[in-house]
Each structure stands twice: as C-alpha cells, then as structure tokens.
C-alpha cells in the first residue's frame, strides 16, 4: 500500500509537485511492467472528507496488470463507487463479454517504448501501404493499430 498519487493531477488540494516518493512509487510501476486497467467513472478514490479549501481528494487506489493481463483480460475495467464509511472507495473489477460486437480496444504500455525494436516495428506498420480499400483517416489509423499488434 503506497498510499500516492501516480500523477499530479490526481489530486484535489495540497500540493501539486511530483514528490521522490512518487516518482520511486512510477519507477516500481516500471520495473513491474504494470499499467492501469482501464477506470470509469471516478477518478478520485480517497477524500479527507473536509469541506471548502481544507478539502483533498486524491487517486490512491488503483487496479493494475501486466502485459499477459491486457492480453489474455482486455475486457476489464475497475469501478470506484463512492466510500462508505472508509475515507477510500472500493475496488470493483468488472469484466464485460469478450464476444460483444465493440472488439478488443489497442492497448499501449509504457514499457514496450524500452524494447529494442519497439521503434522500428511502429515505424514499419506506420510507413506500410495499405491494401484494398483505403478508407477514411481513422480508418487507416485503426488498421495500422493492428499491423503493430
């Protein structure tokens, strides 16, 4: 339990610099190859319950996985409903039908910007000419995505 904030703009009140402890909290984030499972909803988890200018609200709780968890689990997403008696909301992991028609979202973790031939291998799918039909810019955005994946 780090009890921080990833990001400065997690948080409500206080101060709004990076500390050392998160960017040692990022660094372990990193090492660990982990990454946010995709939240709706609410964005701040903890409160100090104070009303006015003495009120803070942060993210501290959070849902992770690996990249075998995006992979094999792409249709996850973590829900915070409001707390209860707790100053931090609950963690609900919802997990939707992996056969509706939406399709599986791109998913992008930071640590495959520190693989060897991650610049080349998006560099190859960006310059590749399209077969068929080339459609509209998001379009060619979309199958690009899927060329790098």
Known sequence: DFNLS???HERIGGRGSISSAMKEFESCIHKCELEDIRQSWRVF???????GVDF?????DRV???WQCFDSLSHLTSYF???????HSPAIIQFHNQDSPMGRNFKYLNTWASHLSFLN??????QAELPG?????????????????
């Open 6 to 8: 990833r990001y400065p």
């Open 45 to 51: 988890t903890w409160n100090n319950k104070r009303l």
């Open 56 to 60: 803070m609200a942060k993210k501290l």
């Open 64 to 66: 992770m996985g690996n």
């Open 81 to 87: 409903p409001t707390p209860g008696i707790s100053d």
């Open 121 to 126: 291998v998006v560099k190859a799918a960006w």
């Open 133 to 149: 039909r080339q459609g509209t810019p998001l379009e060619k955005i979309g199958r690009k995505l899927k060329l790098i994946k």
